[in-house]
């Protein structure tokens, strides 16, 4: 009975030597010579943990990871998080299927407006600010040139 526990106890591996090249019962045995950057896998693995890093793989396809820190990838809905004024849905079936994500009203908006100063009541953009500062200016100057 071969070695499971030696680096590569199958050199050379035929079908004859017990060491998993035709018995699955010891596919343990079977190393690869190979690291695959994709499934994980580095030289020198065993079989069976090699199935275990494409059973991994093959179970998570179709799911998504947010970053490199995320451990668990999902399905992108149970990614997703509605928030403040976002909502989802669902439609269709089968490969016609859609998440909807709505955007409500009713939310308090983000003023990107200005305010000249605490007093001011009304945001608006500068530029119409700045008119209006220049025509009561404006006007300032007149009465104080007709009264003197």
Known sequence: ????????????????DNCGCVNPT????????????????????NGEDVLDLIEEVACDAGKI?????????EYLSDKLGEGTNITF???????????????????VPVDIHVK???????????YDKSMVVHILLSQFLTL?????
Do not use: W
């Not at 010891?26 to 693995?45: I, W, Y």
């Not at 079936?93 to 009203?105: F, K, M, W």
């Not at 000249?116 to 500068?126: A, H, I, Q």
């Open 1 to 16: 009975m071969a070695d499971c526990s030696q680096s590569n106890p199958c050199d050379p591996c035929n079908e004859y």
């Open 26 to 45: 010891t596919f343990g045995c079977v190393t690869t010579g190979k690291a695959r950057e994709c499934l994980g896998t580095e030289s020198g693995m």
């Open 65 to 73: 990871m947010i970053d490199a820190d995320d451990e668990c990838p």
């Open 89 to 107: 849905s669902y439609t269709g079936t089968g490969c016609d299927r859609r998440l909807v994500i709505h955007a409500t009203e009713g939310g």
């Open 116 to 126: 000249v100063s605490e007093d001011d009541t009304t945001s608006g953009y500068l």
């Open 144 to 148: 104080v040139v007709m009264k003197y």
